[in-house]
């Protein structure tokens, strides 16, 4: 290991994350601090229905204005099954329920600063449901576009989520190797 861990002391927690600050030493025997934020696992479900994908649009108060993104998100809670929680955002944020949930790959949330790894689905065969947002969630409204609608959003910076990015991503690399396998 490049980095060893001298002391680590928690910040600040609440219900969402933990922020915790680590004294380290470099294996150039330099010293310095880290600090981390650690949330628990998230999903991101890229919800594709012919050539249609659903996209979420919420207010994000970090960044101070509202965002079109994929939808994605935890539930606070460590140890939980990855495709139980993407069925469940789904639900939640879109009242959308999944015939098929296929698993892409996971992802590491911004790791230079945080720990949380995001699990990256493909969800097709869609019915619709009732949503249960989360409080925060009051304003999120769900749209459609047409898959070209979509990735020229993600081109001309209507979609800046990273999240969004890296699953869409993931999914045309998973789609590449599906056709290829398929014309072997």
């Known amino acids: 290991m490049s980095i060893r861990t001298l002391s680590s002391r928690e910040v600040y927690r609440n219900p969402w994350l933990r922020l915790h600050e680590d004294e380290i030493e470099r294996s150039n025997g330099a010293k310095g601090i880290y600090g981390v934020v650690e949330k628990d696992d998230a999903a991101v479900i890229l919800p594709i229905d012919g050539d249609r994908i659903y996209l979420v649009e919420q ?40 015939a098929q949930m296929t698993y892409l790959g996971s992802t590491w949330i911004a790791y230079g600063f945080a720990k949380q790894r995001q ?7 869609l019915a619709q449901a009732e ?54």
């Open 119 to 125: 699990y990256v689905f493909l969800a097709t065969g």
């Open 59 to 98: 207010f994000r108060y970090t960044i101070g204005e509202r965002a079109l993104e994929l939808p994605q998100g935890g539930w606070e809670t460590a140890d939980v099954n990855p495709e139980e929680l993407a069925r469940g955002e789904l639900r939640e944020e879109t009242g959308l329920v999944a």
């Open 131 to 184: 949503t249960d947002p989360d409080p925060e969630e009051h304003d999120l409204v769900l749209k459609t576009a047409s898959i070209a609608e979509f990735e020229q959003m993600l081109l001309d910076g209507t979609i800046r989520d990273v999240c969004t990015l890296a699953a869409w991503g993931l999914y045309k690399v998973w789609r590449e190797k599906q056709a290829a396998e398929r014309a072997i």
